[in-house]
Nanobody, 131 residues
Framework: EVQLVESGGGLVQPGGSLRLSCAASEFSFSSYIMAWFRQAPGKGPKWISS????????RYTSSVKGRFTIFRDNAKNTLYLQMDSLKPEDTAVYYC????????????????????????RGRGTLVTVSS
């Protein structure tokens, strides 16, 4: 069964750090562009970062640039998101998903991946930033 399982979420104070993991199984992980999305309470899902298949190219939405780092270990079939300088507005369920490469190539730097184009995803992990 194809699975993506996120972990690493929790409660953290503003200014703190967390590292999220996304473990893939029964899935050609190393062949795919991978992304992190998040859904804040009462809001729709939003793309926050993506990384190409070999890890050599990354993108971030403006609100997390400079604070979050996406990386991957293809030998371990795992995607990561290092989150530093966390803010209360980062509170959300975070999930990982592959992105279709053909679709991704149609996006320029001003277009963010549409969460509606996700064809499968993990269940997510909750991050709460609060004092």
């Amino acid at each position: 069964e194809v699975q993506l399982v996120e972990s690493g979420g929790g409660l953290v104070q503003p200014g703190g750090s967390l590292r999220l993991s996304c473990a893939a199984s029964e899935f050609s992980f190393s062949s795919y562009i991978m992304a992190w999305f998040r859904q804040a309470p009462g809001k729709g899902p939003k793309w926050i970062s993506s990384i190409n298949s070999d890890g050599g190219s990354t993108r971030y939405t403006s609100s997390v640039k400079g604070r979050f780092t996406i990386f991957r270990d293809n030998a371990k079939n795992t995607l990561y998101l290092q989150m530093d300088s966390l803010k209360p507005e980062d509170t959300a369920v975070y999930y990982c998903a592959p992105i279709d490469a053909q679709y991704y190539r149609t996006l320029d730097s001003s277009n963010e991946p549409d969460p509606g184009r996700v064809f499968f995803r993990g269940r997510g992990t909750l991050v709460t930033v609060s004092s």
